[in-house]
């Protein structure tokens, strides 16, 4: 469980905090959806949760529990797939920044594990012109120099949904959540115009659209370690006094 739940105590955060000129606390925001015949309708919380405690072994940040339920409209049409609205994340993700900072925290990165989560891109919008200290993470940016490193074969608009990124993240940090049939669910769809009004079953009958049978667990591991060292550039921001 301390893979997606920290277990720290009151005394160990008072410990961490004293060590540092700022404070900076990094919330996971997942998802609740299908994933596909071969991936678990957890799998945008577990990869969020991943790249989180990737960097948090490698900077002095809070790690907090996921936001497991998020924004997952486009999905609805399979069985198991729950959403809230995006005025309700756009909330949860404030009152948590607002909580941080009245115990002294004054600076949150959110990991988004679920591209359909575009409210997060207004939140941290919004904070940043309050002069709060808030960042979102991965950029697509960060994502294509990860992907570059880990020898992802499959490009970022083609690996959309349940492919060779999220399929490789599981077989390194949780292959035990893997089921059969990845190896043989490849689906491309690349021109998705129509996505916000269609939502995915406009585009796919099995909800995957990517490449999963390239994944690996090697390029996994890569992914991870490539987003935590391009992590550094938005720590060093956060935490300057500029």
Not at 49 to 71: H, M
């Amino acid at each position: 469980m301390s893979d997606l739940v920290p277990a720290d105590t009151t005394e160990d955060v008072r410990t961490r905090g004293a060590g540092v000129s700022r404070q900076v606390a990094v919330l996971p925001v997942g998802s609740f959806e299908q994933h596909g015949p071969h991936l678990p309708l957890a799998t945008d919380t577990l990869v969020a949760c991943a790249v989180a405690r990737e960097i948090a072994g490698a900077y002095p940040v809070r790690l907090l529990p996921p936001v497991t339920i998020s924004c997952s409209h486009e999905h609805a049409a399979w069985p198991g797939t729950v959403s809230i609205s995006s005025v309700t994340l756009h909330a949860v993700v404030r009152d948590i920044a607002a909580s941080l900072r009245r115990s002294g925290v004054d600076t949150l990165v959110v990991v988004n594990g679920h591209g359909g989560n575009y409210v997060l891109g207004n939140v941290v919008q919004e904070s940043s012109a309050r002069g709060e200290r808030m960042a979102l993470f991965p950029a697509a940016e960060d994502w294509e120099a990860a992907r570059e490193r880990a020898g992802v074969v499959t490009s970022l608009l083609t690996d959309m949904h349940a492919g060779e990124i999220e399929t490789s993240i599981l077989l390194h940090a949780h292959p035990e959540m893997l089921r059969p049939g990845y190896e043989t669910s490849d689906f491309v769809a690349d021109d998705r115009r129509h996505l916000l009004t269609l939502g995915m079953s406009g585009y796919t009958d099995s909800g995957v659209i990517g490449r999963p049978s390239l994944g690996s667990a090697e390029k996994g591991k890569e992914l991870l370690a490539s987003l935590a060292d391009s992590f550094g550039a938005y720590f060093s921001m956060l935490t300057s006094d500029a």
